[in-house]
């Protein structure tokens, strides 16, 4: 009699304190799957007050059954001697697909080496339970190219930049911020790549008539290098000041 009447109080207790006391979802929730990537590409991103080099990380949010996201959390590895990958970012809403690593100068290698970056990802539910990891993947940075001086555009509305020797079955063209518009003007992809000598490579392009003269401010361009089929890319910023 004794012990029923402690078991009834225990309950009792419950009762009025509510949600207190602990108990369990009969019916939780299917685990997370995981994230997939969908693109690592090195773009521009106007950072406090110029742009930078910026790896642009996109996936795709999982499918399936998996619960409600409340967040992502994005882990990198800068070193292949790095044992382990750490924290990026985290607290990316669910509404977000994508994310930039802004990147440092000294992330890009000398000429001849080539800089390996991996990415992993997953998914916090509203529960704040961690979902599946993704597989790594990966981007492979090589050497910038050299841009020409920006008083060629200024007075001839043209662009010229050299690449490094030694780089072969690659594709280069430029990107041209405005301090205040931000992408002004992309050129457009060669159809053929281009193979290295034993010199240094040159290229120009020419500006379009209806962005010529650029109106007084400040600019950016980039010049990108893209390597197709191991997902190489490089790009270099430089700032110039259209009267």
Known sequence: MRVRSIVLLGAGACLLMGSSCPTSDPFPPPPMHSPVFTSLDITGIKTSDAYQPAVYIQWNAPGGDSPTIREFVILRKKQSSDSVFSVMHYGIPDSV?????????????????????????????????PGDTSAPDSIRLCWAPRPGAPVDTINQNIFTWYTIEYLAGYFTYLFLWSDTRGLVWTSPKPNEPSYGHETLDSFLVKLPDALYPLARGVYWYGLKVEIPGENIQTLAVQEFYAP
């Open 97 to 129: 697909s994508g994310d930039y690593d802004v990147l440092d100068p000294k992330d890009f290698p000398v000429q001849g080496v080539y800089a390996k970056r991996w990415y992993r990802i997953f998914a916090i539910d509203l529960l704040g339970r």
